[in-house]
């Protein structure tokens, strides 16, 4: 697969840089892409540089009147509304042409998928899924998921299936395409009663003629690897099989993690893994084979990002990484540069077991009244039974 699957990245990338110390630092990325080449996983792939997303593209998701507060926000002396300038989305040097760059990377991810040039690409500066039509939030300025959702829209798809397994809730994404039938967004995250944006909640189910378009899957707190997979593995893969996707584009951020410092789900860099693997099968089993997938959210930036992420590229690749495998000592040298009292690991994995049981209709966990409830707001309306393992 790797001569059929792009990996979008360039240095420029690092330039979406909220400074200080904003935790969505770009150190992230950088880390994770030489972590994938001390692996030898980008061994004769060539990464495609994007260039900045146009006005008209940007408009796909976002007024232009927002897009022209970012483009003066940095230079003009008061208040500029729309979201930024604050401690989530403080205002930074060339914040437009920085944003514009992401969207044009998950862009280019959409076109090379679209052209036929390859089945799968990754775009891991990707995935700020929070950004709305007129405002910034969420560490989001502008919405590449739901731009390359439009583009594929009018480049040869019809039906795309959104997956977002981040943390917090895919609002934008799920904002923008709420009453299109066309696009299915299925968003597993920390209950919104625990955490930021309080949205995504199992009764938010798609508007109008796309009602059952919009899948919310909210875990409680503490939730671990077999009950997270439980749970993906008791909705997803029917809804896919329903729906029939041409594409599936995912959002992975891994702010799932049990070290993450802003939220409380209790995930493993091998519970990121499966979860690759699996969007991978479910894209060649559901959607063609067609896969984008964008990063996301995570802010344990030295231990979990860049595991987890080369991992993501790796799927991507089909060059899987064995969890058992060693951590580069030439990467480990780096990062002591950086931090050179960090606790470090080892291995590509956390030791942890991501292998779950699967739902069968029972009450054994509090993850199975989240699951009994999503199925049975949302599988009626794509003629799925919900009491029925099967379906």
């Known amino acids: 697969m790797g001569d059929r699957a792009a990996v979008v990245w360039d240095s420029a990338l690092l330039g979406y840089d909220l ?38 593209d940007l408009a796909r998701a976002h007024d232009m009147s927002y897009v022209d507060a970012v ?27 920085a944003s514009a760059l992401v969207v044009g990377g998950t862009l280019l991810a959409a076109r090379v998928i679209a052209e036929g040039t390859a089945d799968r690409a990754v775009s891991i500066a990707g995935g700020l899924h929070h950004a709305m039509r007129d405002h910034a939030a969420g560490f989001c300025v502008y919405n590449d998921c739901s731009v390359a959702i439009s583009w594929l829209l009018d480049n040869g798809f019809e039906r795309i299936a959104y997956i977002d397994v981040d943390v917090h809730h895919g609002d934008g994404v799920q904002a923008a395409f709420y009453d299109d039938p066309r696009v299915l967004t299925v968003s597993l995250h920390q209950h919104p009663a625990t955490l930021w944006p309080g949205t995504g ?17 909210p875990l409680p707190p ?11 593995h008791a909705v997803v893969p029917s809804l896919l099989g329903a729906f029939r996707p041409q594409v599936l584009v995912t959002q992975c951020g891994v702010d799932t993690h049990a070290e993450d ?15 690759y693997l699996a ?21 344990q930036l030295l231990r979990v990002v860049p595991r987890s992420w080369t991992h993501l590229v790796a799927a991507v690749l089909d060059r899987d990484v064995d969890p058992s495998t060693r951590v580069p000592t030439e990467w480990l040298t780096t990062v002591r540069k950086v931090a050179p009292r960090a606790d470090l690991p080892l291995t590509m994995s956390d030791g942890a077991d991501a292998t779950f049981d699967a739902w069968s209709g029972g009450m054994s966990d509090p993850v199975d009244a989240v699951i009994r409830d999503v199925r049975h707001a949302i599988f009626p309306l794509h003629g799925l039974d919900p009491d029925d393992p099967r379906d």
């Open 261 to 275: 410092p802003l939220a409380d789900l209790s995930l493993s860099v091998d519970g990121h893994r499966a979860t």
């Open 19 to 56: 400074g200080g110390d904003h935790p969505f630092n770009p150190i992230r990325l950088e880390l994770t892409m030489r972590l994938a080449r001390s692996l030898g996983l980008l061994d004769d792939v060539i990464t495609l540089a994007p260039e900045p997303a146009d006005d008209p």
């Open 201 to 217: 909640s199992v009764t938010e189910l798609g508007a109008g003629a796309a009602q059952g378009t919009s899948v919310n899957i």
């Open 279 to 299: 969007l991978r099968d479910l894209a060649e089993r559901y959607a063609g084979g067609k896969w984008l997938a964008t990063g996301g959210g995570g802010y």
């Open 71 to 97: 483009r003066q926000a940095p230079t003009v002396g008061w208040d500029v509304g729309h979201g930024l300038g604050t401690p989530d989305n403080p205002v930074f040097d060339r914040m437009h042409a």
């Open 222 to 232: 503490g939730t671990r690897d077999p009950a997270w997979q439980r749970a993906f």
